[in-house]
C-alpha cells in the first residue's frame, strides 16, 4: 500500500491510524507516512510560501491580485479579441471590409472608410500591371493591356466584374498599325458605356475604363 497523494487524498484506510500499546509496530505505516510527506514536497515544491511568511500568505495576495483584475474588451474603434485584434473604425467611423488593392488607400465614402485608388483613377500612374497579348485574355484590375492583333486577325479583351471593382480602371491599347478588332467585352450583363461590348479598330487607339461599381465608363 502506498499514499494516494497528489492525485488524490489519503484516507484512514490508505494511512491507517496507529493505536498507542495495540498497533503492531511495522515498517508498513511509517513508510506509509513517508512517503505522503515525500509527494507533499514534491508537489510544493522547495519554499512553496515564496517571499512570504507561509502559504496562506501568498495565496492570499494572488487572490486579491485577481480579484484586483479588470476585464478589457475591444470597444470603439477596435473589435474582434485580445487575441486578434481587428481595426473596424477610424475615429468612430466604419472601416468598409471590402478587400484592397495594391496601391490603394482609404478615403471617406460618407459611409464608411473604403479602399480606393490613391489620385485620379484614371491615371497611368496607377496601373500595377503591364500585359503584352496577341490573343484573347481576361483583364484584371489595374492592368495596362499592350495588344498586338497583327496575326491574329483580331481577339477578345474580357472585362473583371465593375461592380466588385468601384473606382478601379484598366487600361487598353492597340499598339501596332493593325486595324484587326480587339473587342472588349463586359462581365455578364454588365456595360461599357451603354454597350455590352467595345471594338478597338484603330491603329494605336487606346482608352481607358473606370468601374462605376455598376459598369465601365471610358474617359
Known sequence: MATKYPASIDTSISLPTIVDKQTTVAASPINLLRNAIIAIQAEL???PSGVYSNIRGRLDILESAINGL????????LGGTLGDLKVIGIQGRPVSS?????GDVFVW?????A???????ASITNIVTTTVITSSYDAVIRDLIRCDPTDSGGFVINLPSAVSH???????????SSTNHITITANG???IDESPIYIINVAYESITLVSDGVGWIIV
Not at 471590402?98 to 495594391?102: F, L, N
Not at 465614402?109 to 472608410?113: D, T
Open 115 to 121: 479602399p480606393a485608388e490613391s489620385g485620379n483613377a
Open 98 to 102: 471590402i478587400i484592397p488593392e495594391i
Open 109 to 113: 465614402n460618407g459611409i464608411a472608410w
Open 45 to 47: 515544491g522547495v519554499k
Open 166 to 176: 468601384d473606382n478601379k480602371s484598366i487600361i487598353v491599347k492597340n499598339i501596332s
Open 189 to 191: 450583363t454588365e456595360q
Open 70 to 77: 479588470q476585464t478589457i474588451s475591444p470597444s470603439n474603434d
